[in-house]
């Protein structure tokens, strides 16, 4: 039986939460799965992250978790490693075979042996079951990022109704002509086309133009957006390619988004 984190210990770590989050539409939420067979914790990792901008759902058996993984989106899975049906690391063999999904390992007191097993079988990092809540945001944080960093490395050319970008050659076009883009926009662009139908939270663009050692600071994202929106013929009010989703970031359209 593994260790479970204290239930007091986690809930004083909530109550001295001093931020309050403002409220975030469903859709702008980062969708994270736990799978773990106690609901008691699940709940807690909910309470914890659902202020903070995360959409949290729960998978109580190794099956169950398998199949939430690999047929929804999510933007990071939190597997523990003791559960009924099958355990954690055929849960994420299974996962590997089919998705790149970012995955933290819940393991018994960061023991080497399963830290080592998840690691190899492709878990992005592992957590102790004795964690407290803001490593476990500290850590969720770090392997969304570094998912999305690795998603940018990417070179294939990535097309989203009229628009395509190619990572390889740099080049973007719109309806057949080629977009004049700054290397910044570039990225953006890039950036939001792999995540089409999906948001992209100004902290993941601001991580992922900061890996390319542009000088940027917090707002300019909007003001790049903005240019990046004017060469493509958009505009806020009413959208075609790139939306704001109020206190999250922004999406760029799928073709049948854009058409409604």
Do not use: N
Request: glycine share 6%; aromatic share 4%.
């Amino acid at each position: 039986m593994l260790p479970r984190p204290k239930a007091g210990h986690v809930r004083t770590l909530l109550s001295r939460m001093t931020t309050t989050a403002q409220s975030i539409p469903e859709p702008a939420r980062q969708r994270v799965l736990v799978i773990d067979d106690d609901r008691k914790l699940c709940r807690l990792i909910r309470d914890y992250l659902d202020p903070l901008g995360y959409a949290v759902s729960a998978a109580h058996t190794g099956p169950e978790g398998v199949t939430a993984a690999t047929t929804e989106t999510w933007r990071a899975v939190i597997l523990d490693v003791m559960l009924p049906g099958c355990d954690g690391f055929e849960v994420l063999k299974q996962i590997r075979a089919q998705s790149k999904v970012p995955v933290l390992m819940l393991t018994a007191r960061g023991e080497e042996t399963d830290r080592i097993a998840g690691l190899e079988t492709g878990a992005d990092d592992y957590l102790p079951k004795t964690f407290s809540t803001r490593e476990l945001l500290a850590r969720l944080r770090a392997v969304t990022r570094r998912s999305a960093i690795t998603a940018a490395d990417d070179r294939s050319v990535v097309v989203a109704g009229d628009v395509s970008v190619d990572p390889g050659t740099r080049t973007a076009m719109h309806a057949g002509q080629p977009l004049m883009l700054t290397p910044v926009e570039f990225d953006l662009l890039l950036s939001l086309v792999r995540a089409a139908g999906r948001v992209k939270t100004r902290d993941d663009l601001m991580a992922e133009i900061r890996e390319r050692e542009y000088e940027v600071f917090d707002r300019s994202i909007d003001v790049h957006i903005a240019a990046l929106r004017k060469k493509l013929g958009d505009t806020a009010q009413s959208p075609r390619y790139i939306r704001t989703v109020r206190a999250a970031g922004y999406m760029f359209l799928s073709p049948t988004e854009a058409s409604v």
